[in-house]
């Protein structure tokens, strides 16, 4: 089964003014994209729309990673 990827308008325009923040977010999203090509059912199902449409959260790797202090 092909499936296809369909970025809306406005999630266009929001990655294009995210980019100024987030450098690497380009980057970042072709490889979300090729995930997401390899492994279709990666993401989580949106229920009641006829299992056509789906969704999945995007790990940045420009914020910072969180540091873990252990209290003793």
Do not use: C, W
């Not at 990655?15 to 979300?32: G, N, T």
């Not at 006829?50 to 990673?65: G, I, Y």
């Amino acid at each position: 089964m092909n499936y296809k990827i369909i970025p809306t308008h406005q999630f266009q325009k929001d990655v294009k003014s995210l980019k100024k923040k987030y450098r690497h977010l380009v980057s970042d999203l072709e490889k979300f994209n090729d995930l997401l090509s390899a492994n279709p059912f990666y993401a989580d199902r949106i229920q009641g729309l006829e299992d056509k449409v789906f969704k999945a959260r995007l790990a940045s790797s420009d914020m910072k990673k969180a540091k873990v202090k252990a209290v003793v």
